[in-house]
């Protein structure tokens, strides 16, 4: 994505929820869109910010994004104005993933206790089984079945492709019958010809049915989501072992403790019993939408996943969600309830590994702690310079409030006009307004969406939003062409 779409997806979809809804009902604050520490920033303001670009749609959304990026933005200009060291902040949930990992780190070393010591002979054995690097070179005819397509339709194309793949399998022209019948333009005027590829380039199921096959053996009738194929490989090509050894030995080495690993973390986990509640979903994707939100004690407490002897609650999926970027979040919101689930899943039974590690007695070192509190700060510290704040200095007759709020309109002005990338602060966003406060005013949206309406022209013809580069396809009939 170019430096100058960004900040208009980013904007548009970086909604997030800083407001009160109780205390919103009870005031009606139409002239502040938002307040923060004791700033605020004002319809007119928010209204000129987004007039300066005219492809950024008038929408409370949008209003609601960039509320939100002030906020974020005018607590960090406080705070680095106010402690050139940073050191007020509290940098915890900057580093909550790194102290988690850590204490696991600890537990796995005194888990898992395998030999990875291999002899030459063993590791031959497991590089003939695994056979890695391995390429093949195929063809294949693809027979495409339309989206629309009836039963009967459907069965048509199928018995074609079985029709093909008896005279294929028969000693047929493979690349005859490619030119001749395939439905994938990009290989089919190379008889079928999809070059090497290794693993991972192709579809499941095409990849599967194709490193299954000899040289010169030809496929049953594979289905995938681009139709009905036929495959010949043509060519296998297996680096040398004694050229790959040594790096290989690095490799097996990694999959025998992942193996042991996967070993402990189903032992440990199966007999808790995962269980996500059917309700799940929806708080999940609620919370993706508006991770901001307020919780009451009793809607934290709330258990989506429960498992022998604990639970995961709302508050905590809360948490987790608060480590997401917008995009992160978006995907989240696309996901089916399926894959869902097996995302809770995971985050449970990442909690779980966490409290199995501490009932073992496992913690941070003050040394360890200390590391990490530093590194917390340098990222605290990179991203104020990233937004132009670790030196604000008072202009002549400015006051403290005023060069803040200043700065702060400097970068959003940036953002907005396509001229500075968005600094998410992720997490440490969150932390700041529960530490210095930060509010949004839902009621002020329609206001500044009028304003800005106002001030463009009827027609907005003429104002093309920019297209995204086309991203280069590195195996046009390999994948595409499928």
């Known amino acids: 994505m170019s430096r100058f779409v960004a900040p208009i997806v980013l904007i548009a979809t970086l909604v997030v929820a800083g407001c009160d809804g109780l205390g919103q009902a009870m005031t009606a604050h139409t002239d502040v869109v938002a307040r923060a520490a004791g700033h605020e920033l004002t319809v ?60 696991v780190l600890k537990l796995r070393d005194q888990v898992i206790q395998v030999d990875t010591a291999l002899t030459d002979e063993e590791l031959r054995a497991i590089y003939e089984r695994e056979q890695p690097g391995l390429q093949v070179r195929a063809r294949h005819i693809l027979l495409r079945v339309p989206p629309d397509a009836t039963p009967a339709q459907r069965d048509s194309v199928l018995a074609l492709a079985r029709d093909l793949q008896q005279r294929a399998a028969s000693g047929a022209d493979f690349a005859a019958l490619a030119s001749e019948y395939s439905q994938d333009p990009g290989s089919a005027r190379q008889g079928g010809d999809l ?8 579809v499941p199921p ?9 040289v010169g053996e030809v496929s049953d009738v594979v289905e995938t989501p681009f139709g009905f194929h036929i495959i010949k490989v043509e060519e296998r090509h297996l680096p040398d072992f004694e050229q790959i050894k040594d790096r290989f030995r690095e490799y097996a080495k990694s999959t025998i403790l992942l193996e042991a690993e ?15 509640h059917d309700d799940a979903y929806e708080v999940t994707r609620e919370l ?27 508050g905590e999926l809360q948490q987790f969600m608060r480590r997401f970027d917008a995009n992160q979040r978006g995907a989240i919101l696309q996901f089916p309830d399926e894959r869902l689930a097996e995302m809770l899943r ?6 779980i590994l966490i409290q199995e590690a501490r009932r073992n007695g496992h913690d941070l070192t003050p040394a360890e702690r200390d590391s990490l509190e530093s590194m917390g700060f340098r990222r605290l510290a990179a991203m104020a310079a990233a ?12 006051t403290e409030a005023q060069a803040i709020k200043r700065v702060t309109n400097e970068l959003l002005e940036g953002i907005v006009k396509g001229e500075r990338s968005v600094l998410p602060l ?4 969150y932390a700041m307004r529960e530490q210095y406060g930060g509010t949004t005013f839902e009621r002020a949206y329609p206001r500044v969406v009028a304003m800005v309406e106002a001030t463009r022209p009827m027609d907005m013809s003429q104002f093309q939003p920019p297209q995204p580069p086309v991203q280069p396809d590195g195996q046009p009939s390999a994948s595409e062409g499928q």
């Open 44 to 103: 007119d303001e928010a209204a000129s910010l987004l007039r300066l670009n005219p492809r950024l749609p008038a929408q409370p959304e949008v209003v609601e994004a960039l509320a939100n990026l002030w906020i974020d933005y005018i607590l960090l200009a406080k705070v680095a104005y106010e402690d050139s060291t940073l050191r007020s902040v509290d940098v915890t949930p900057l580093i909550q993933r790194d102290i988690d990992q850590t204490i």
């Open 195 to 202: 070059g090497l590829f290794g693993r991972g380039q192709m």
């Open 206 to 214: 095409f990849e599967e049915a194709a490193f299954a096959l000899q």
């Open 262 to 276: 996967e070993a402990y973390v189903k032992n440990l986990v199966e007999p808790l019993r995962i269980e996500v």
């Open 288 to 314: 993706a939408r508006k991770p901001e939100m307020k919780l009451s004690p009793r809607a934290a407490a709330r258990t989506l996943v429960s498992y022998k002897g604990g639970a995961l609650t709302a």
């Open 346 to 351: 995971t985050l449970a039974q990442e909690e």
């Open 387 to 398: 937004a132009g704040f670790r030196t604000i200095e008072l202009r002549e007759g400015e």
């Open 426 to 429: 992720g997490p440490l966003g």
